[in-house]
């Protein structure tokens, strides 16, 4: 990463409490394991979102607290995320630690797997604050984010959908 911008760290407390949260609730006609291992694998967040166009796991597996992974949104802003959580199959949690860019002072993520009767209930949260500059915009833009985060969290469907083919 060229330029480093630190953020503060987040904790579980930011995901309940962040100006800019959003939850999605995403129903998989698929058993936790396949869904779990399609959201760690090498290319997954790239091959379904269009938002994210680079992901790289920069810890090696097996993964757990503490892994680290770099994720490129829009070709041009790279964050540095750090799993504080790893419950292997269940729930992963991360913080970001630095950006390429200025703006951001906490980003976190939360992904919870739930067994249903017919597949998975993944519940992804997406908690951001801005800096005091940034904040106007993360505010007008919230109808945006809520929509971009809807489709990174969607798009875990559409992925386990196409490897189910895919093993035909």
Do not use: C
């Amino acid at each position: 990463m060229s330029a480093r911008f630190s953020l503060s760290p987040a904790e579980d407390a930011f995901l309940d409490s962040a100006p800019h949260r959003y939850t999605h609730i995403v129903d998989i006609p698929a058993p936790v394991r396949q869904v779990w291992d399609t959201l760690v694998a090498d290319d997954a967040l790239v091959s379904w979102s269009p938002v994210i166009t680079a992901a790289a796991w920069t810890s090696p597996r097996p993964f757990g607290i503490g892994t680290t992974r770099t994720v490129t949104l829009g070709g041009f802003l790279r964050l540095e995320e750090r799993f504080y959580r790893w419950d292997e199959g269940s729930r992963m949690t991360f913080t970001v630690d630095a950006a390429s860019a200025p703006g951001l002072k906490r980003f976190a993520e939360d992904i919870t797997l739930l067994p249903l009767g017919t597949g998975t209930r993944v519940i992804w949260t997406f908690a951001i604050e801005g800096t005091p500059a940034l904040r106007p915009l993360l505010a007008l833009a919230s109808p945006v984010n809520r929509l971009v985060t809807k489709g990174i969290a969607s798009g875990t469907r559409r992925r386990v959908r196409a490897e189910a083919v895919a093993a035909r």
